[in-house]
């Protein structure tokens, strides 16, 4: 239709690129199935992955409408850009598939759930071409990545914003190996499994037979896993334990994971610029001071960098009341996006590592919270009703004032009227007197 085609051209630039750099266009050709009761065994059975969108029924507004639209698009050009890969793509509603939902274990309305083997893996992050492109492609990988050689070690060290694990085996046929690859299967792509067969990458490594480190976000040591040779279940129950990390980045494939992964409702959340000469001082600081800080089970800092999401800047900036063209950091809300922000006595310089570790002892025993920030606004408003009554006062007293001014005026008025009638009472006897004198006259003349 029109309004597809229209919402197309603003969605993907027309203009031509040189070659090698051509953006893929939506072809106009459905590839994209409308999945229900009849053709969900076939479509499951068809393609080795297959990846589904969950929504609720179409809504009748046009804006919602469009936004419906706007999300088979993104659906439709990732089928188009991995038409050769073996990925099957469908939309289910949520009302009149219901049954079919259920049958596939479909949930939550606006997620999208990859079918692959006998896994469903839940897309939690931010619904967009590239961003779902990249997750898919990142599924089609082998689970474990091997690692041969002093240079690939070296591409594994400088992977600091990922939590990974990496193994010393014997061989692929080890059974060790085996059991540690079926774990990896069932956290990929969120986390990164490594293996080596190479004794003098294992000694790089202080890594032992069938031993496992795993590695934190941004810490500079890993953990061994104790009780070598893992079983799959061991290994699973210890990422489960150890998932969520001091110290985080929000990424744009798994956004909403990090986000709905909080701690009592709150999380501490950090802004600050990689590119930023600033942003990278503070972002240091932030490092080390979660490095001595990881024994802390509940402590768990979101670092967000603004030029990642520049979309959401001025969002961020109104609902948060914070300038991200300087680092910041505070506590947020999850529940309503109340925050407390840490106040920094001097705009030029960063805080310490101890003023930073201080204000998130602060945070973690509770003296600064978000609930006291509402307090604060309920005292406003209090002072407010007490003026507000003030005021009240005051114009009562001002109203009495003006009722006894107009009593004295009426007072007043009073006694000029009677001032007047007593001016009448003296003409009165005045022309009485000059009548007698008329009198007085007349007998003289006679």
């Avoid at 085996?178 to 890594?207: D, G």
């Avoid at 129950?237 to 909403?256: G, N, S, V």
Wanted: with cysteine; net charge negative; glycine share 4%.
């Amino acid at each position: 239709c029109k309004a597809t085609h229209r919402l197309l051209e603003f969605l993907f630039p027309l203009a031509p690129a040189e070659k090698g750099l051509e953006f893929p266009q939506y072809d106009g050709k459905d590839r994209v199935l409308d999945i229900n009761d009849k053709n969900y065994k076939k479509a499951l059975k068809k393609d080795s992955m297959v990846c589904l969108f969950y929504h609720g029924p179409i809504p009748d507004s046009k804006e919602q409408q469009k936004q419906h639209q706007m999300t088979e698009l993104v659906l439709e050009l990732v089928a188009q850009v991995l038409e050769e890969k073996d990925i099957g793509f469908g939309m289910v509603d949520s009302h009149k598939d219901a049954k079919v939902a259920k049958k596939l274990g479909l949930e939550e309305e606006g997620s999208v759930y990859v079918f692959k083997d006998d896994r469903v893996i839940e897309f939690d992050g931010l619904l967009s071409a590239n961003t779902l492109t990249e997750f898919l492609l990142d599924l089609l990988e082998e689970p474990v990545e091997v690692i041969g050689n002093a240079l690939e070690l070296r591409a594994f060290d400088r992977m600091e914003e990922d939590i990974r694990l990496i193994g010393y085996f014997k061989s692929e046929d080890s059974e060790h190996y085996e059991a540690f690859k079926e774990a990896a299967e069932q956290f990929q792509p969120y986390i990164k499994f490594f293996a080596t067969f190479v004794k003098s990458v294992a000694k790089e490594l202080t890594l032992k037979m069938n031993e496992v480190d795993f590695y934190e976000p941004f810490m500079e040591e890993p953990v061994t896993i104790p009780g070598k040779p893992h079983s799959e279940e061991d290994l699973v129950e210890f990422i489960t334990e150890h998932r969520r990390p001091t110290l985080r980045k929000l990424r744009a494939e798994d956004m909403f994971e990090t986000w709905e992964d909080d701690i009592e409702g709150i999380h501490i959340v950090a802004f600050a610029e990689e590119e930023d000469p600033d942003g990278y001082e503070f972002l240091e600081i932030l490092k080390e001071v979660a490095r001595d800080n990881t024994h802390l089970p509940e402590l768990s800092i979101v670092w967000i960098d603004p030029d990642d999401f520049p979309l959401l800047i001025p969002y961020w900036e109104k609902t948060f009341k914070v300038d991200l063209f300087r680092p910041q950091i505070g506590v947020v809300n999850v529940t309503d996006a109340d925050s407390v922000w840490m106040e920094m006595d001097d705009e030029e310089d960063l805080p310490t590592p101890k003023e930073l570790e201080d204000w998130i002892e602060d945070v973690l025993s509770g003296k600064v919270n978000t609930e006291d920030d509402d307090e604060e606004d309920d005292d406003d408003d209090d002072d407010d009703d007490d003026d507000d009554d003030d005021d009240s006062e005051d114009d009562e007293d001002d109203d009495s004032e003006d009722d006894e001014d107009e009593d004295d005026n009426n007072g007043d008025d009073n006694d000029e009227e009677d001032d007047g009638d007593n001016e009448d009472e003296d003409e009165d006897d005045d022309d009485e007197d000059d009548d007698d004198e008329d009198d007085d006259d007349e007998d003289d003349d006679e």
